[in-house]
């Protein structure tokens, strides 16, 4: 008796016997698989900045025409700028309600209609992640989100390859479409990225991670020793410590204006005409100086060095006797 039910199940779960299926694969949602419908109607409406409110109205069509492949009824108020979707008792899918809830979110998020219907298949998921409220400073805010998108969005390219997402920055949201594990990776990316993290340093290690996933025999070993360790800069400013000096009930003396030392050297009383005189005389000592300098540092060269009674310079090593002779001779036969 046991056998045979061992066999029945068996043959009503064939996948459970063949090792090459994936176990934990979804398997889509048919009709057939919810005949009835939906007992109870969901509906989901969010709103869009009006200046997408042509786009919106122009790819509209489309994206009804989408969303009723699923029985699911989408409706457009341009008066109070929603965008509404809604089950009806025809949907069979009870999870394609919040796909459609993910779709009309980012459009409003400036998404094109050709991406954003993507969200609709199984597999891909959505999120948007609100960046405005990590910098308080509107430069610095600009700045991090530059350097996120990079020259020429090279950076946020890279990021896209390494995590399989789609990203799209758009004023103080970020919108992600992809596999959970990417999302999950590009929002840490992200995030890190505001907080004054460069997302080379996250793209340099998502690149190392790639390649060790390639390789089944680093599956179970530790990665932390091919992992790049970044160390944190905290440039911290030094402290000036204030010195304690003995109390005086007096206040200090105050300090002496401009017009008191014109006046003491008898400056104030210089008409322009003798100011500018006495500022030419001063200009001409100092160019004067700088003159000599100039002609002293220029007869430096020209000074010769100092010699022996010889003739040798000091320092300088002195021929012997043979070495004088074997020159001489040397030169000798070169004139025979």
């Given at each position: 008796?046991a056998?045979e ?8 779960k064939?996948?459970d016997?063949?090792p090459?299926?994936d176990?934990?694969a979804?398997p ?5 698989d919810?005949?009835s419908?939906l ?19 122009e790819v ?8 009723k492949?699923?029985k699911v009824t989408a409706?457009l108020d341009?008066?109070?700028?929603t965008m509404?979707v809604s089950?009806?008792?025809?949907t069979?899918d009870?999870y394609?309600?919040?796909?459609a ?6 459009l409003a998020?400036?998404?094109?209609v050709q991406q ?8 891909v998921?959505?999120d948007?992640?609100?960046?405005g409220?990590?910098?308080?400073n509107?430069?610095?805010f600009v700045?991090?989100?530059h350097?996120?998108i990079?020259p ?13 997402c789609?990203?799209l920055v758009?004023?103080?949201t970020?919108s992600?479409?992809g596999p959970m594990k ?7 990316v992200i995030?890190?990225?505001?907080e004054?993290v460069h997302?080379?340093y996250?793209?340099k290690?998502l690149m ?5 996933e390639?390789?089944?025999?680093m599956a179970n ?7 790049p ?7 911290k ?10 109390y005086t ?5 105050q300090p002496v204006?401009q017009e008191d ?6 400056e104030y009383?210089?008409?322009k005409q003798e ?7 001063e200009?001409?000592?100092t160019?004067e100086a ?8 220029r007869?430096e ?5 100092a010699?022996?009674?010889?003739g040798y310079?000091?320092?300088?090593k002195q021929p012997?006797?043979e ?6 001779l040397?030169?000798?036969k070169?004139?025979?």
């Amino acid at each position: 008796m046991a056998e045979e039910k061992k066999k029945k199940y068996r043959k009503d779960k064939p996948w459970d016997s063949d090792p090459t299926l994936d176990k934990w694969a979804i398997p889509a949602i048919t009709p057939e698989d919810n005949p009835s419908g939906l007992v109870e109607d969901s509906t989901f409406a969010v709103l869009f900045p009006q200046y997408r409110e042509k786009y919106i109205q122009e790819v509209w069509p489309l994206v009804a025409k989408e969303l009723k492949k699923y029985k699911v009824t989408a409706e457009l108020d341009l008066v109070e700028g929603t965008m509404t979707v809604s089950t009806s008792r025809d949907t069979w899918d009870p999870y394609i309600i919040i796909k459609a809830r993910d779709l009309i979110k980012l459009l409003a998020r400036s998404v094109p209609v050709q991406q954003a219907i993507k969200v609709l298949q199984d597999g891909v998921f959505c999120d948007v992640v609100k960046i405005g409220g990590y910098v308080r400073n509107k430069e610095r805010f600009v700045k991090r989100r530059h350097r996120l998108i990079g020259p020429g969005g090279t950076t946020l390219k890279a990021l896209e390859i390494l995590t399989g997402c789609y990203i799209l920055v758009q004023g103080n949201t970020v919108s992600i479409m992809g596999p959970m594990k990417g999302i999950k990776t590009a929002r840490r990316v992200i995030i890190e990225t505001m907080e004054n993290v460069h997302p080379v340093y996250n793209i340099k290690e998502l690149m190392i991670r790639k390649e060790l996933e390639k390789d089944p025999e680093m599956a179970n070993q530790d990665w932390s020793r091919f992992l790049p360790q970044f160390k944190k800069r905290n440039v911290k400013r030094k402290e000036t410590k204030k010195v304690k000096t003995a109390y005086t009930p007096f206040p200090p003396a105050q300090p002496v204006r401009q017009e008191d030392l014109l006046l003491e050297s008898g400056e104030y009383f210089l008409t322009k005409q003798e100011k500018a005189h006495k500022e030419a005389k001063e200009r001409e000592k100092t160019q004067e100086a700088k003159r000599m300098e100039k002609k002293r540092k220029r007869e430096e060269s020209f000074k010769p060095p100092a010699e022996t009674e010889r003739g040798y310079v000091e320092g300088e090593k002195q021929p012997s006797l043979e070495e004088l002779k074997a020159k001489f001779l040397k030169k000798r036969k070169k004139e025979e």
